[in-house]
């Protein structure tokens, strides 16, 4: 009996040391591929000083973002905007930018990034006229981080939502917590002591998983409330679509939420139908989604090229990827890991489907995903004729999203879809800064001197956003040489750490 007893404890004993070491593996490669062997570009070369500064001759973005007014000086002093005039006088000692056939917006805003450990992505929005971003997946060194941001560290400011709330059972919670940014909420009851926790270190917003019960998903945007802090994230699993106009969620994550309930609808009030009668559906209920959201004042992120991406992807991955900047994308990530089950490459993408997958099954995939794209689509254009807010969010970091590049993919995939390019650069710039309570995305004396200097008008062409002559970040100035040589810093880098043939994907 002692002996059975000793090896039943020398079985536990062993069991647990292994998860320990598998638990220390685990965590070692999500570092790994999070940015922790990656080169880090030394910005502190980068740093400016706000002095007066006077753009002379610009064509700037109206309050209202739908038309330019023409020949315009804006002064810029202390990190604001002091005036705007419609005379080309510069205040004495002002260093003079000549704006003449330039456009001037403001700053880009990304609503959903993933910041993981990369600082070198920092320089990667800023190079790309991003100069705010919003962490939906926070953790404590992101809340140091935007603290650095704010006390003149180059690049974009910070929004930190908290860890992603979920609900889950003690072995699969433990699970969560260890892979990534996560808090278990595993009963209502316990909704506001995690609130309150989460506002009292500081966190701008309370992002909500779709592994979440119902009960405790409403009694999270209730404690949120009770603290002044807005909620961003999914729709629990279960969740009924009859509910969206009470439902009091500041801001639903993805459009491609609202895709999934439709599908759980649309299976339970159809007897089979092929994706053309999906879609028919979808046409059907848009309007009503619409209606719900306005009545609940839900915002909608858009993460539509994310979601488009999917498709090619699982397809072609090799195309995909060639079709990318990657030498700007952080090596360790595309590169993955089979431990951690992330990764870019083929092999490792956890879309790409398997080779031997038979040809029928293969575009049958892939059809199913190009339906549930046009589903989006459908869904957003609706949104946007109803004036349910929208911001532009390009899941930085996730598979194939490039941080920077990646929000203009998504500024060219929302207009493709059916928003003027006034709509759609109002969604990455007026309408995140409101949600965020921030006085930027709007060009008026005394907002916060955010801005993009374009050579050519984004209200012609919404790809023009990538036109970047200058960004003028908390009232410093990055010149279009300033920019490049960032950009230039951060692929010396990744080259540096970068393990994969990167000719093969050029």
Known sequence: MNYLRQSLFGLVVVGFLCAIGMSVLIRSHIDTINGGRVAVVDSTPFETE???????????????????????????????????????????GARVIDGRGRFLIPGLIDANVDLRRQPNDLLLYLANGVTHVRDLSGRAQDLALKQELEDNRVGPS??????????????EGGWIAMTRPAVNVRSSDRASGVVEELAKAGYDAISVDSAVEIDTFKA????AEAVGLSTIGHLP???????????????????????????????????????????????????????????????????????????????????????LPLEYANPAMVEGSPYAGVGWLPGMNRFELPRDLDAERRDSTIAIWQTRNQAQKIVLRELAARGVPITASSNATAELMIPGFSLHDELRI???????PAQTLHTATRV???????????????????????????????????????????????????????????????????????????
Not at 51 to 70: C, E, H, K
Not at 437 to 448: K, N, Q, T, W, Y
């Open 50 to 92: 706000a002095v007066l500064t006077a753009i002379q001759n610009v064509n700037v973005l109206s309050p209202a973002g739908d038309a330019f007014l023409d020949d315009r000086t804006v002064v810029i002093s202390d990190g604001r905007i002091l005036t705007i005039n419609e005379d080309d006088a510069a205040p004495d």
């Open 220 to 223: 999270i945007i209730a404690a």
């Open 432 to 506: 995140p800064a409101g949600l965020m309570g921030l006085r930027s995305g709007v060009i008026e004396a005394d907002r916060p001197a955010d801005l993009v200097l374009l050579r050519d008008n984004p209200l012609i062409d919404i790809t023009n956003t990538r036109s970047i002559d200058a960004v003028i970040r908390d009232g410093q100035t990055y010149k279009r040489a300033d920019l490049d040589a960032m950009l230039e810093a951060v692929r010396q880098a990744h080259a540096k750490s970068r393990k994969f043939e990167l000719s093969r994907y050029q």
């Open 237 to 323: 699993d279960r969740f009924d679509l009859a509910e969206l106009s009470s439902m009091t969620l500041t801001e639903l994550a993805r459009i491609e939420n609202l895709i999934e309930r439709l599908l759980d609808e649309f299976s339970l009030q159809n007897d089979g139908g092929g994706r053309a009668a999906f879609l028919d559906f979808v046409q059907q209920r848009a309007p009503q989604i619409a209606d719900d959201l306005l009545t609940s004042g839900t915002a909608v992120s858009s993460s539509l090229w994310l979601m488009d991406t999917l498709a090619r992807q699982a397809g072609d991955l090799v195309s995909a990827l060639r079709n």
């Open 158 to 171: 910070l929004t930190v939502a908290s860890p992603k709330l979920h609900s889950a059972g003690f072995i």
């Open 414 to 420: 929302l207009h493709q879809s059916g928003l003027s």
